[in-house]
């Protein structure tokens, strides 16, 4: 089926597909594209034209899925929401981050370039615009003053979602799942902002910029990045990342005119 671009489409990037659990049943007028070895659903999400896709763990998966969105379906602005290690002892597992700022925390070109320094481009924090983070700010503080009828009694004792905190800052990317207390904290010490660590929203960052497009980067807080990282990361990530980001979209979108 050739693709028919619909103006103002947000593109919705995942990483894993437990992100984005139970929001593709929610798109409606769905039509299914495969090229890339990806699967991009077009449709309608809360009255907004969407395309949904599932791009993969990493820097390379997540830039050439964006330039995807961009040439195929050229989508108006991107979102992605997924899950993300906390970097700073402020933040804690099921709180919520926005990115106002992203770096790769991996790219190291020095002494040829400033450590993070993306060569010749004289940059290495990519400013992500602030109408859309706003926005996604008052979704998502919207979502957490409502969190009780998202969650059960259990759940919220589970999971510990008693007093979710919303942040707003640096985000550090890389090829990495970060599990150790101390790369964690090397980083900490050049990079004293930095709020939490994953592995794609940097690389949309730098995509989006050469084409000048709006995108929004949320994250939950999944982990410390620490040795314990991985216990129950895919049960958080189904059981609260996800309906987290169900729950945040839809304020965003109602929200969005
Ligand atoms: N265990 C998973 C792999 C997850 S990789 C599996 O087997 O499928 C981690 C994913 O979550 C990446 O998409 C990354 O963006 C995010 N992430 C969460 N915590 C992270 C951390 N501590 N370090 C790096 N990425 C993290």
Redesign the pocket.
Known sequence: MSISIKPNTTGLIF??REEQEGLQALITDQELHHFAKRTFIQGNLWGHPVVMVLAG?GKVAAASTTNLLIHHFHVAQLLLS????AADARLKVGDIVIAQELLQHDMDASPLFPRFEIPLSGKSRFLAPPDLYLELQNATQAFIEEIQQHFSPQQIQEFQLQKVQMHTGLIGS?D????DKQVLGNLKRVLPDLLA????GAAIAQVCEEHALAFGILRTI??S?DET??ID??SFVKNVAAPYTLGILKKYFENKN
């Open positions: 990483a894993m763990i997924g899950v993300a290690g890389g990495q799942f970060i599990h660590v994953e592995m794609e999944s982990d990045a990282a991985h990361f895919q």
